[in-house]
């Protein structure tokens, strides 16, 4: 069992920055990843960005690679998602996951936590 709970979201402004954070949790969270869905109203959840447990292996999302960046808090057993450049597009629910690999549907996840807004405002 893994335990995941997000928090940081919040509004913001065109161009502004947010970091959000994934409390993990639970005995064998060091054989995931733990990856950033985000979902928009009215439309499917979309993968943002993942991060291995274990090494620290990072992969993105196109329209995000150069303004968001995943990192692993060792001490706190965290992950973050720091957000920059943000725009109107990146308004949603985001979410974060545990799963076995680098996957970008969120069918191959087998945890989640329950999410945090994210709103831009233009």
């Known amino acids: 069992q893994v335990q995941l709970v997000e928090s940081g979201g919040g509004l913001v402004q065109t161009g502004g920055s947010l970091r959000l954070s994934c409390a993990a949790s639970g005995r064998t969270v060091s054989n995931y990843f733990i990856a950033w869905f985000r979902q928009a109203p009215g439309k499917e959840r979309k993968f943002v960005a993942t991060i291995s447990w274990r090494d620290s292996g990072t992969f993105y999302e196109s329209a995000v690679k150069g303004r968001f960046t995943i990192s692993r808090d060792n001490v706190n057993d965290t992950v973050l998602l720091q957000m920059d450049s943000l725009k109107p597009e990146d308004t949603a629910v985001y979410f974060c996951?545990?799963?076995?690999?680098?996957?970008?549907?969120?069918?191959?996840?087998?945890?989640w936590g329950k999410g945090t807004l994210v709103t831009v405002s233009s």
């Open positions: 996951a545990a799963g076995r690999g680098i996957y970008t549907s969120s069918y191959d996840y087998d945890y």
